[in-house]
């Protein structure tokens, strides 16, 4: 009996004493600002060469900085300039994007500033990419460096997972979600004591990004929209339709992707195929209008300034552009990562279907849209939530949010994910 009660006594993991962490404070805290910094200045400098590419330059050369013959021109020039510097920049920006996710391998430091001025030229020259995936690469590369160089006791491993930290912290504004992230990372691996014993230090990195970038950039991702009230049941069934199809249009780009990716890999060179991405990138930019192009976060926030103001047609049109540029973009070789274009593809879903139903919330709407296009992209179900409750900045959707996740997830899990292996195959 007494064998039994031992068998059946739940085991316990002993919890870290403080002292044991209270070390990796300021190791934690410089990370943060460190990867802060670096998140702004990219996004910083990329944004003022925006300015004068689609503002001064077109206007001196009395083109319209929106028309189609500018767009068409700055995405063909903006894919030959991120070619160039993939063929002759050492490191080459790093390997492959397409096989690449937001879990970053540790670059060797000769290869960053190439990653750096191929991120930022893609950034501000119009393809559908954000900066999130280059950024974590970045910050990853350095910190290992810097730390396995001034810390070296401390154990390699640990300086990945606080760069990362500290770039999801900044990216969002908040250490959420690069808690979310990393317990996410953290779940099915054996650990050693608490799980927020494990997630002490990074959750300090995540923080100090964030507040950092808060204090330096002022960034929001709340868009405005009207909150919901008490949800009723039509807000329920809207939920459970729209998340599903947002993750059925996903499942779309993502098993588009290898092949994709295959054809453009047929013309084996960076200087043909970024310059031909471009000019694939400026014909879906010629349907789908401006608001189509760059990362998308302030696109977003230009929709929702109007959530009437296009027609279903319109934003119908725009998610597909959309869609189509992001899957574009990933497969031919520029630097960007997925989650912000996402974002604009949700949103202008659930527009829609407030466009074609007016008893959708537009709140509901954009977070249920963005929620499954996330989980279709991303397959990083904290993210995907975190990220749609956000946006629309109301309590009442969370709950709405964890139903809604529940078909748009049956129908992602398990199958291909919008991440390539070396030999091109989908990674499940």
């Known amino acids: 009996m007494?064998?039994?009660?031992?068998?059946?006594?739940?085991?316990?993991?002993?919890?870290?004493?403080?002292?044991?962490?209270?070390?990796?404070?300021?190791?934690?805290?410089?990370?943060?600002?460190?990867?802060?910094?670096?998140?702004?200045?990219?996004?910083?400098?990329?944004?003022?060469?925006?300015?004068?590419l689609w503002g001064p330059l077109p206007?001196?050369?009395?083109?319209?900085?929106?028309?189609?013959?500018?767009?068409?021109?700055?995405?063909?020039?903006?894919?030959?300039?991120?070619?160039?510097?993939?063929?002759?920049v050492p490191g080459h920006a790093g390997p492959d994007p397409a096989t690449t996710g937001l879990n970053a391998p540790?670059?060797?430091?000769?290869?960053?500033?190439?990653?750096?001025?191929?991120?930022?030229?893609?950034?501000?020259?119009?393809?559908?990419?954000?900066?999130?995936?280059?950024?974590?690469?970045?910050?990853?590369?350095?910190?290992?460096?810097?730390?396995?160089?001034?810390?070296?006791?401390?154990?390699?491993?640990?300086?990945?997972v606080l760069a990362e930290?500290?770039?999801?912290?900044?990216?969002?504004?908040?250490?959420?979600?690069?808690?979310?992230?990393?317990?996410?990372?953290?779940?099915?691996?054996?650990?050693?004591g608490l799980l927020w014993d494990n997630l002490f230090a990074p959750l300090t990195a995540g923080a100090f990004g964030a507040i950092t970038t808060t204090l330096v950039a002022h960034p929001t991702f709340d868009l405005g929209l009207p909150p919901l009230g008490?949800?009723?049941?039509?807000?329920?069934?809207?939920a459970l339709v729209i998340a599903p199809?947002?993750?059925?249009l996903g499942m779309c780009?993502?098993?588009?992707?290898?092949?994709?990716?295959?054809?453009?890999?047929?013309?084996?060179?960076?200087?043909?195929?970024?310059?031909?991405?471009?000019v694939v990138l400026g014909a879906l930019a010629a349907v789908g209008g401006h608001l189509t192009l760059f990362k998308g976060l302030s696109e977003v926030g230009v929709l929702a300034a109007n959530p009437d103001g296009w027609s279903?047609?319109?934003?119908?049109?725009?998610?597909?552009?959309?869609?189509?540029?992001?899957?574009?973009?990933?497969?031919?070789?520029?630097?960007?990562?997925?989650?912000?274009?996402?974002?604009?593809?949700?949103?202008?879903?659930?527009?829609?279907?407030?466009?074609?139903v007016p008893a959708v919330h537009p709140s509901l709407g954009v977070a249920t849209g963005v929620l499954g296009i996330l989980l279709a992209i991303t397959r990083q179900g904290w993210v995907s939530l975190f990220t749609a409750a956000v946006l629309v900045a109301s309590p009442a959707i969370i709950a709405l949010l964890c139903i809604a996740s529940l078909p748009a997830w049956l129908l992602v899990t398990g199958r291909p994910q919008m991440q390539l292996r070396a030999d091109g195959t989908s990674i499940r």
């Not at 912290?169 to 953290?186: K, M």
């Open 2 to 52: 007494a064998q039994e009660t031992e068998k059946q006594a739940p085991s316990t993991r002993p919890a870290a004493p403080a002292r044991a962490l209270l070390p990796s404070i300021l190791p934690a805290a410089a990370v943060g600002v460190l990867a802060s910094l670096t998140f702004v200045g990219v996004s910083s400098a990329a944004e003022q060469l925006q300015r004068v």
């Open 59 to 88: 206007k001196a050369l009395g083109v319209g900085p929106y028309s189609v013959l500018w767009m068409f021109v700055m995405l063909v020039a903006t894919g030959a300039a991120v070619g160039l510097v993939v063929w002759k």
């Open 106 to 160: 540790v670059l060797p430091l000769y290869v960053l500033p190439g990653l750096v001025l191929a991120a930022g030229l893609m950034l501000a020259g119009g393809p559908s990419l954000g900066p999130e995936n280059p950024i974590i690469a970045v910050n990853v590369g350095l910190v290992a460096w810097l730390g396995t160089r001034f810390l070296p006791r401390r154990p390699g491993a640990l300086w990945p």
């Open 165 to 192: 930290a500290a770039t999801i912290g900044a990216l969002f504004g908040t250490p959420v979600a690069a808690a979310l992230v990393i317990s996410e990372a953290l779940a099915g691996k054996p650990m050693p």
């Open 230 to 238: 008490h949800p009723n049941g039509r807000d329920v069934l809207a």
């Open 245 to 248: 199809v947002a993750a059925l």
């Open 253 to 278: 780009a993502v098993r588009a992707f290898p092949y994709v990716h295959a054809a453009f890999q047929r013309l084996r060179h960076p200087m043909l195929m970024l310059p031909a991405g471009g």
């Open 312 to 356: 279903a047609g319109q934003f119908a049109t725009m998610t597909v552009v959309k869609l189509a540029a992001l899957l574009v973009a990933a497969s031919c070789g520029f630097r960007g990562g997925r989650i912000f274009p996402a974002v604009f593809i949700g949103t202008a879903l659930g527009l829609c279907a407030h466009a074609l």
